[in-house]
Each structure stands twice: as C-alpha cells, then as structure tokens.
C-alpha cells in the first residue's frame, strides 16, 4: 500500500518533469527554427533577403532644460502667471488630467526656482509630489532623500537645479520599470504646454526678442510629443485628445508665412534669422493659452 | 512527509527548468546602467536616457534614435555599451538616415574596442540622430542593449 503510494508520487514527478522539460526547451526550439529557416533563405538567396528597417525612434527633453533655455533668453520672473499650487487637489480623477498637470506644475517648479523664488519653488514641490503620488511615482521623492534635500536648498539655484535634474531621471526609471513611458510623455506634453504659457505670457510683458525666438524654436519639438503620444495612444483614451491639442498649435504655426515657405526643407530652419510677425505670435500664444486653461481646470 | 519532499523537487526542477531557458530579450539593468552613466555625466545635468535593444543578425543593421536639441546649448553625450557581446558602431549624424547629404558629427569607430563608455561633447545643433550600426553576425549572438544618456549645461 504504502510501496503504491510512493509510485503514484513518482509517477506524477515525472510527469511533471517531462512536462517542465518539454516547456523549457520549446522556446529554445521555436527560436532555432527561426533562426535555421532565416539562415535557409540567407544561403539560398542573400539577395531576397531584405532587413526591415526599423523605424528611427527619438528623445524628449526635460522640463527643467526648456525653463534654463527660456531663463537664458532673458525670461523674467512674474508672480502669478502659473497655476496655482492649490489646484492640485482638483486633478483627482484620471491619470491623463493628473499627468499633464504634473507636467504643468514641473515646469512651473522650474520656473520658480531658476528665478530663485524659494517660497513658490516649496509650493510647487508640493504641487508635484502630491500629484505625483497618484500616479504612483512617491518613491521619487524618497530617492537620495530629494525632498529634504530641495527644501535644505531652496537659496541655491543651482543645487535645486541638480536636484530637479534627478527627480526628472528617477521619475523617468520608475515609469521605465513599470512600462508606462506613455506618462512620461503626457507629463513632458503638459510641461512643454506650460512653458510655452510662460513663454508667451512674459514675451506680452517684455516684448524679449530672444524669448520670441526661443517660442518659435520650441515648436521643433512638438512633432516628437505627437510621435511619442501616438506610440502610446491605445494605453488610454485620453491621449488622443492631448494628440488633438499639440496637433492644434502645429496647425498654427506651420500658418506662419516663413514656416509656409520652408515646409519642404523644415530641418534647414534657422532659428535666429526666422521673422514672425507680432501677430502670429499672438495667434500662437493665444491657442497655448487655450489649450493650458482647459488642461489647468481639470 | 514523502508528499512534501516531492513537492520540492519538483519545484527546485521547475526553478531550473526555467533558468535555463533562452530568450531574445537582452537581460539589461536599466537602472544600473543609467546610475553609472549619470557618474560620467557631471557636471552636465541630466536631460534624457533611452536604453535601445540591440538583437544581431545575419545581415547588417541599423538602429536610429532622434535627439533634439536647442542652438547655443553644450551637451554631453554618454553611450554605455558593456551589455553588448558584439562591437557596434555608434555614429552621430546632424540628419537623418533617409537624408542624402547628412554630416558625420562623431563616431565611436576609432574608440578602443575594450571601451564600454563612449562620450561625445556638442553645441551648435537643433537636432542630431544617433545611428547603431549593428554588425552581421551568426543570429544566435546573444542581444545585449547600449544605454544613452543627454546632459546638458
């Protein structure tokens, strides 16, 4: 009895060896046959064989990288031109309104603290991480003890300028980790929409040529966020109407005469010589504002 | 008592089994690689990563990553390549792959073939395109990845 009873287990172990064994190798085999049958048709006729090229595949900037380059154009500081802190608590519903204000409170942190305003840049801290919570991204401000780290420095832009830096990449290795790179661009669209906001709303103050300048180069890389949206677009609904926006701002600007006239060469632009009028600078301005008030009223 | 002693083997059976499976997924520690590359960048700020996936072939391939980039800035360019187990060519190129008349801006073609960290210094660019030239190789190489990181000062 007890002779039958180990047999039977015995049995089932080797069943479950051979079934193990069987499932192991499996994927190796699949993998062989691939690679023997394109070998085959290699050595049978190098020359049908066609590599298909895989299509060119692109970066975005950081947020705090747009602010520096504004900031270095002669970009001012002006108290109350970002969404206020306080807002955050109205983006409690839907991880494409929580992550495009991320991104709008990400470029108002760097704003603030490139311009040295301690007490706003703490705000916007608080801003971020609260929102950055929701979306799971807590950790990081854990990290390297980056919290206590920005409010120890809040006096030194630089220091704050590296600690920004590195939530930026902590931010990027977490959503990287857990595959959900599609927020990490929905986070850059909302800062790159912020800081064409305070672009344009400083340009209106100022009239800062350079600042103009800057606002028209930006535009190079809206057609990477609508690329980078559109990779991800089935992850969630709601990115299809961030597509429809950014979309909306290239609209305009490829309405801009010199724009028009250099649309079959858009890669040999040179942003120093281009002439754009007041008013289509208004117009670009005023479809930004657009788009950041339907984003920032959640 | 026997019940047990067979539940284990058949586990430690099935942790083997499956440690020994093959993969054309490169095993690359992102995380790692972005930690060490982030030591080289200083004192550029860190700006973006991507981490491409190189697989070989039978014949000669190319990979190409899009950078953009703003006129005046300096950017430091950082290509971590230890994963690889097959030398590839990284060229920077001021166009893409499609234009005809694009300029060579960098290559790592001249770096020691035992280097794993490549870097490039740049300014004066609105974009650049990174190009891995992967080499044909028997396709059971194993793929490995090349991490690149962007700072900017």
Known sequence: ?298 | MHKTLIGLISFILFTLCCGFQTSDEPVCDSKSLKEKARKTMDPYKYDSAKMTKIAYKVKESLKEVEVPLFLGEKYRFVFNTETITKPVIINVYNKDKEARNRKLLWTSKDDPATLKEHIFEHTHSMKVFVDYSIPPTDSTAVPGCILFMLGYK
């Not at chain 1, 959900?180 to 850059?188: H, L, N, R, W």
């Open chain 1, 1 to 298: 009895m007890y002779l039958n009873k180990v047999a039977s287990h015995l049995n089932s172990l080797l069943a479950a060896v051979v079934c193990l064994s069987f499932f192991s190798c499996g994927s190796s085999s699949s993998t062989d046959q691939e690679t023997t049958s394109q070998a085959k048709d290699t050595s049978a006729n190098s020359k049908t064989v066609v590599q298909k090229e895989e299509p060119t595949t692109f970066t975005l900037p950081s947020p705090l990288q747009i602010a520096s380059i504004f900031k270095k154009a002669g970009l001012s500081y002006f108290p109350n031109i970002c969404n206020q802190p306080e807002n955050a608590s109205k983006y409690s519903s839907g991880k494409i309104s929580q992550a495009l204000n991320l991104g709008i409170y990400s470029a108002d942190l760097s704003y603030c603290a490139l311009n040295k305003q301690g007490q706003d840049s703490k705000n916007y801290m608080k801003a971020s991480r609260d929102l950055a919570s929701q979306l799971g991204l807590e950790k990081v401000f854990e990290t390297d003890n980056l919290a206590n780290r920005f409010e120890k420095n809040l006096s030194n832009e630089d220091s704050l300028g590296g600690i920004i830096a590195e939530m930026q990449m902590q931010t990027d290795m977490i959503l990287e980790e857990h595959e959900q790179e599609y927020i990490s661009a929905t986070v850059f669209a909302g800062a790159w929409i912020e800081s064409m906001y305070i672009g344009g709303k400083v340009y209106e103050k100022g009239k800062e040529k350079n600042v103009a300048m800057r606002l028209v180069e930006q535009m190079a890389i809206a057609g990477n966020i609508v690329k980078a949206l559109k990779a991800s677009e089935k992850k969630d609904a709601g990115i299809t109407a961030v597509i429809g926006n950014i979309t909306s701002i290239c609209d305009v600007y490829k309405d801009f005469a010199e724009i028009k006239a250099l649309a079959n060469t858009p890669d040999d632009i040179d942003y120093n010589k281009i002439q754009i009028s007041k008013e289509e600078l208004t117009k670009l301005t005023a479809k930004i504002d657009e788009i950041r008030a339907s984003i920032v009223k959640g």
